[in-house]
């Protein structure tokens, strides 16, 4: 196996284990964080200086307890839906299958720009 094989292979195999590694954290990011909490814990406990430093870098973030976080769990941060405003004309034609009335919509007329030649 030549050289530039050799570090072709160990590449490729760098670049699928990060991906593997985001797409965990992606899914499932509560056991990900225990994971690194962890490491980072065992990580701070040895003498080396690199360790410590590797250890603090593998520190979770905290839940700030705020919307600026981003952790999006409560339904609280972001832009709020609009409320559905019905026309004052509209009828009800009864309800839909989750039982909520539903509102007659008038269709509004297409218009068509003339093509230029």
Partial sequence: MSNGL?????????IVAVSALVV?????????NRWLAAASIRLS???????RMLGRRLQPKQATGNCADGCATC?????KKPAAVAPASATSR???TSGH???AVEPMPLHFRPRSH
Wanted: proline fraction near 8%; charge should be positive; charged fraction near 20%.
């Fill in 24 to 32: 965990f954290r992606k899914l499932a990011p509560q056991l990900t």
């Fill in 45 to 51: 406990r040895h003498e080396s200086r690199l360790a």
């Fill in 101 to 103: 009335a539903r509102m």
């Fill in 94 to 96: 009864g309800p839909d």
């Fill in 6 to 14: 050799l570090v072709q292979y160990i590449v490729l195999a760098l």
């Fill in 75 to 79: 339904g609280a941060c972001g832009p």
